[in-house]
C-alpha cells in the first residue's frame, strides 16, 4: 500500500524532483569542479563555454518561445473576455502589482535603515568595473512610455528606444546631466512592453467586433494551445539545463568568497529580504484572500522556480510559469494568460525590494546622510526603476542608476555592489515569478463567479471531441461559419 501510494508519488513529482536534484547537483559539480584547476588558475572561458552549452540550448529554447507566448496568449484570452470583465481583471491585477511591489520597497527600507550594512564597510570596489551610461529618472521613465507605443510591430520584436545623453562640447565634464543634449536610438533587445500592450489593444479589438472575427480569434486559442504544447517538451529538459546552467555561472565567477566576506552583511540584507518576501508576506496574502495552502501553491511552482534561478530571467521562465499555473495549479487560462505577461514585463516585487536596498546601502559606504525626503524619493524610483526593469539578467543593475541618481549618487557607484550582483540577481528573479503567479492565483479567486458566467470555448488548452473524432469547438465554430 505505502510502496503503491510512493509510486504515485514519484510519479506525479518526477520532473520536479529531478529539476531539484538538477539545482543542487549543479552547485556541489559547480563548486566542486571549481577546485580542479591548479591553485590561483581558473576555467578558461573555452572550458566554460563547453560547460554551458546544454544550459544555453535550454535557455534558448524558451527564449524561443516567449514571443509566439506573449503575443497569443494575451490576444486570446483578452479576445475571449468581454470588455468590461478585462478590465475587471486588468484593474485587479494592477492594484496587486502596485501594492506588493510598495510592501517590497518598504520591507527592503526597514531592514537596510535598521540593519545598516554599508555603515563602517569599505568603500573600495576591487578591480570591477561598471559599463554604466548617464540617465536621468525623467529620461528612463520616458523612454518606458515610449517603449509601450513601438511605431513599428516588427521592430519592436528585435530592438527597443533608448534616450542618449551627450555632453556639451564646450564642457564635457559638465555634471549636471539636465545640461547634457538629447538623442534617441534603438538597442538590441525585445521591446516586451511593447509587444505586450499591442496584444492587449488587439485582443480588446477581437473581443469588440466578436462573432465578426471569431475565426481570427480561434487561430490566436489555436495558436496559444499549440506553443503551450511545445512548452511541456521543453519542460522535461530542465533538470538538465538548468544543472549546467548552474555549473557554468560557478566556474565563471571570480571569487565566491567575496559573497560572504565585504559584501557579506548587504549580501545577507538583501537576499534575506528578498526570500521573506517571497516565501513569508505573498504566501499570507495568498492564504488571507483565497484560503488555500500556499505550501501547496509554491511546490506545484518548483519548476518555474528552479527555471528562475538557473536563467536569471523572468521573461525566459515565463513558459514554465504558465505551465506550472495552468496544469499543477489549475489556474482558469483566461486569467493567467491575460495577467502573467504582463506581470513577467512589469510585476517585480525582488527587483524592487533590491533597488531600495541597493542605493540606501551605497548611500551608507559613501556616508551620505538620508533626509526622510530622500528617503520616499528612493521609494518612488525604486518602484518605477522595477517597472521599467526588463525581464532579463542583470536588469536591476541597469535601471538602478535611476535610483542612484535622485539622491547624487553617480552612475559608477553600482561598480560597488556588481561582485554579488550576479547571486542576487537570481534570487530577485525566483520571487519575481513567484509575485506574478501568487498574483494570478488572487486575480483569478475573485474572478471565478465573473469567469463561469461566461462560457468557454476553451477548457485548459484540453479539447473534448466527439465521436466523430470532432472537438466541441470545431463543431460549434463551424456552425456559426
Ligand atoms: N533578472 C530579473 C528578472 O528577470 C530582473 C532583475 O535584474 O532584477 O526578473
Known sequence: MRRERLQIFLKENLLTLLTISGVIIGIVLGIGLRAVPAEGEKWSPRDVSYISFIGDLFLRMLKALILPLIITSLISAVGSLDLSLSGKIGGRAVLYYITTTIMAVILGIVLVVVVQPGKGADA????????????????TLLDLVRNMFSPNLVQA?????????????????????????VSGKYTDGM????????????????????????????????????????TGWVIWLSPIGVLFLITAK?????????????????????????LFHGFVILPALFFIFTRQNPVRFVGNMSQAIATAFGTSSSSATLPVTMQCLEEKNNIDPRVSRFVLPIGATINMDGTALYE?????????????????????????????????????????????????????????????????????????????????????????????????????????????RNSMGQSSETVLFEERL
Open 124 to 139: 573600495s570596489s576591487g578591480n570591477i568595473t561598471a559599463e554604466t551610461r548617464n540617465v536621468t529618472t525623467t529620461d
Open 157 to 181: 520584436c528585435l530592438q527597443q528606444y533608448q534616450t542618449v545623453l551627450t555632453p556639451p562640447k564646450d564642457n564635457p565634464n559638465e555634471p549636471d546631466l539636465n545640461l547634457w543634449s
Open 191 to 230: 521591446n516586451i512592453i511593447g509587444l505586450v500592450v499591442a496584444a492587449i489593444v488587439f485582443g480588446i479589438a477581437l473581443s469588440a467586433l466578436k462573432e465578426e472575427v471569431l475565426i481570427v480569434l480561434k487561430f490566436f486559442q489555436q495558436f496559444s494551445h499549440a506553443t503551450m504544447k511545445v
Open 250 to 274: 560557478l566556474l565563471e565567477m571570480d571569487d565566491l568568497g567575496v559573497v560572504f566576506g565585504k559584501l557579506g552583511l548587504y549580501f545577507a540584507v538583501t537576499a534575506g529580504g528578498i
Open 356 to 464: 531600495a536596498v541597493a542605493a540606501i546601502f551605497i548611500a551608507q559606504l559613501r556616508g551620505l546622510s538620508l533626509s526622510f525626503g530622500n528617503i520616499v524619493a528612493i521609494s518612488i524610483t525604486a518602484t518605477a526603476a522595477s517597472i521599467g526593469a526588463a525581464g532579463i539578467p542583470q536588469a536591476g543593475l541597469v535601471t538602478l542608476v535611476m535610483v542612484l541618481d535622485t539622491v547624487g549618487l553617480p552612475a559608477e557607484d553600482v561598480s560597488l555592489i556588481i561582485a554579488v550582483d550576479w547571486l542576487l540577481d537570481r534570487f530577485r528573479t525566483v520571487v519575481n515569478v513567484l509575485g506574478d503567479s501568487y498574483g494570478a492565483a488572487i486575480v483569478a479567486h475573485y474572478s471565478q463567479k465573473e469567469l463561469t458566467a461566461i462560457p468557454t470555448n476553451e477548457s485548459n488548452g484540453k479539447v473534448q
